[in-house]
């Protein structure tokens, strides 16, 4: 499910929609239009999607420990499992 982040629409709200909030719903649900507790309007915006970070290469070990198959190169268009 995409988490949507809301904010208050005007200049009005509570200090939540004000801030801006975020909210996990199926996309095929309609849009948030009002905010839950305070019945303002609210707009939608965007949110960044997440993803890992590797902070170190993948060595020969780390792939062979995940399960991948490790390949060396021997000649042309010739590799070798290792």
Do not use: H, W
């Amino acid at each position: 499910m995409p988490i949507y982040e809301y904010k208050a629409a005007g200049e009005g709200g509570c200090r939540v929609c004000r801030q801006g909030f975020e909210l996990r719903r199926p996309s095929d649900r309609q849009e948030l239009a009002v905010c839950p507790i305070c019945k303002s309007p609210v707009a939608r915006g965007v949110s960044l999607p997440s993803t890992p970070r590797v902070l170190k290469p993948l060595s020969v070990t780390d792939a062979k420990k995940a399960g991948f198959a490790v390949y060396e190169k021997r000649d042309a268009g010739v590799y070798e499992r290792q």
